[in-house]
């Protein structure tokens, strides 16, 4: 499933796509929990700074993470969204 072209109103430039199962958990402060089922890498007008948004499966963001890279962002995953092989894409 294809995200929008803007998430948070930051511009998708990669993103994945788990498929039906999700790439992981995340824990909330709260003692729930919401799966993964999108990560996008994105990048607000005008700043340098990267991020890494995790989405459940309607591609709203539950998470996020700054890096001043899309190679970091990408290579810096946590251990528990690797339960699903990633394959990016590039926006367009």
């Known amino acids: 499933m294809n ?6 109103s930051a511009k998708v430039i990669k993103w994945a796509w788990s498929g039906s199962k999700p790439f992981g958990i995340i824990e909330d402060t709260e003692g729930g929990s ?8 994105c990048q607000y007008d005008d700043s340098a ?3 890494r948004f995790s989405c459940n499966k309607n591609w ?3 998470q996020d993470g700054v890096y001043d890279s899309v190679e970091k962002a990408i290579a810096f995953l946590p251990e528990q ?3 699903v ?3 990016w894409q590039i926006k367009n």
Not at 34 to 41: C, Q
């Open 3 to 8: 995200p929008p072209d803007y998430l948070d």
């Open 60 to 62: 709203e963001v539950i």
């Open 81 to 83: 969204y690797r339960n």
């Open 49 to 51: 700074t990267i991020y």
């Open 34 to 41: 919401e799966e993964v089922f999108g990560i996008a890498i």
């Open 85 to 87: 092989e990633r394959v």
